[in-house]
């Protein structure tokens, strides 16, 4: 199985790929839930090696750790996913 960082550099950089219909799932330790993020919205420059940086919804940023990232999809097809133990899912915006 691809790793989540061969996937997002992939869809990054692959010009085949449109990055702009992709979404990221990742884990939300407070609220217990996937949050989504559009792939467009992460800001890789400011991340490091293990992490990528989003704006919550107050504009906070936020630095998500590519352990967090529970799926990917391209338009509605997860494309991407590892282990969901008990995850409750809210919709994307």
């Known amino acids: 199985m691809q790793t989540i960082l061969e996937l997002l550099?992939?869809?990054r950089w692959n010009p085949?790929?449109?990055?702009e219909e992709h979404?990221?799932?990742y884990y939300d330790r407070v609220?217990?839930?996937?949050?989504?993020v559009?792939?467009?919205d992460i800001d890789f420059e400011r991340g490091d090696n293990f992490s990528f940086v989003v704006v919550d919804e107050e504009g906070r940023e936020r630095n998500i750790p590519f352990h967090r990232v529970r799926q990917v999809k391209r338009g509605d097809a997860v494309i991407w996913q590892r282990r969901m133990e008990d995850i409750r899912t809210e919709s994307q915006d």
Do not use: A, Q, Y
């Open 16 to 19: 085949n790929l449109r990055p």
């Open 9 to 11: 550099h992939e869809i």
């Open 38 to 40: 559009r792939f467009k």
């Open 23 to 25: 979404t990221i799932g």
């Open 31 to 36: 609220g217990k839930s996937l949050k989504w």
